[in-house]
């Protein structure tokens, strides 16, 4: 017979074996939507014509590429930094259509569930340059980071898809950098599979500099995660400026599971699991007013790590080379 303080010490275990299992159940829940949801969503998705307000249903990503290159914008409350990275951009993307003729592109704002007038401000571009070549995605609630750029992903028509963050931290003309390491490494852009990040690893030093003790030892300590618990051999998962294959692309939102600031790490999970080749690339970079990453968000992101981690070891979330989710 067990005595009295042995059942004392087996009622706490299980409370907090409980408690952590109904913690983790809540986690989970927060950070992923099931694709039955996705799916559904994805499939009435619609753009409007700012000229004619007529309203038409975005193409999927299953099917044939019709332009070079898609650069996907995911904006929450950005009225404000999205026309100076739009202005930027288009300096940039206009030239080279003047210069190449076979050039062509789209950019794709999806608006995540904005309190502001960011859908208004990115019409007023496509009402500029025409919905050939603007296109916004307003979602009527807030999925995250990586549920934005999916859903722009999975409506992009491009060879090539770059996400690109909507605050203008990095500079678009970098864009040739990581262009120059997919056709040194792909024979067909219609095929082949490669993943590219743009990086900050190389500007590391200066932001030690100026952060505070506190802010560094949290980088630091996220880093150490990502490599411990989830993907080696990329210095910088964060950084919000990466160029894929339409093929990789398709792979890898596919299989995408984590829908808010990790979802870098799980995209690059899931490319390293499917051995799709990973490139890190410098570009250049700077810090933005008005950052939304707060202490809660490394909190948030640290749970993210850990559960990226759990969920596949244990088989919870599966990695399938040709799962399509339906409808997109």
């Known amino acids: ?87 930027e951009a288009f300096e940039y993307l ?39 070549v603007v296109r916004v995605l307003t979602q009527d609630f807030n999925r995250g980071k990586g549920g934005a750029v999916r859903m722009g992903v999975v ?3 491009g060879k090539l898809i770059l996400f690109a963050d909507a605050d203008g931290a990095s500079k678009f003309s970098d864009f040739e950098r990581l262009e120059k390491i997919v ?13 590219v990040c743009g990086s900050r690893r190389h500007l590391e030093k200066d932001s030690i500099a100026k952060r505070s003790l506190f802010r560094t030892f949290l980088m630091h300590g996220f880093h150490f995660l990502v490599w411990f618990l989830c993907v080696k051999g990329v210095r910088d998962t964060q950084c919000g400026f990466k160029l894929l294959t339409r093929p990789a692309a398709l792979q890898t939102f596919s299989n995408l599971h984590v829908l808010r600031w990790a979802f870098d790490v799980d995209l690059l ?18 810090e933005c007013e008005g950052s939304k990453i707060t202490f809660g968000s490394y909190i948030q992101m640290g749970l993210d790590l850990l559960s990226i981690r759990l969920h596949y070891l244990f088989g919870a979330w599966k990695i399938d080379a040709n799962y399509r989710p339906e409808n997109i």
């Not at 007038?117 to 007023?124: I, R």
């Not at 056709?183 to 993943?195: A, G, R």
């Open 1 to 87: 017979m067990l005595d009295c303080s042995c059942w004392k010490i087996l009622s706490w275990v299980f409370l907090a074996i409980m408690i952590t299992v109904f913690l983790f159940k809540r986690i989970m829940r927060a950070i992923s939507i099931p694709f039955s949801q996705l799916t559904q969503t994805e499939n009435e998705q619609f753009f409007l014509d700012p000229n004619t307000n007529k309203k038409t249903k975005f193409p999927s990503i299953m099917s044939k590429s019709s332009l070079y290159l898609s650069i996907i914008v995911p904006s929450y409350n950005e009225q404000v930094r999205l026309p100076i990275m739009l202005d």
């Open 94 to 132: 206009e030239k080279r259509k003047k210069i190449d003729s076979e050039f062509t592109y789209e950019i794709i704002v999806v608006d995540d569930g904005s309190r502001d007038d960011t859908s208004k401000v990115a019409l007023e571009y496509a009402k500029k340059y025409t919905t050939d």
């Open 155 to 157: 409506k992009s028509r």
């Open 183 to 195: 056709k040194t490494n792909c024979s067909s852009l219609e095929d082949d599979k490669i993943v």
């Open 269 to 286: 999970y899931i490319a390293q699991y499917l051995k799709i080749p990973i490139f890190e690339v410098d570009i250049n970079w700077h």
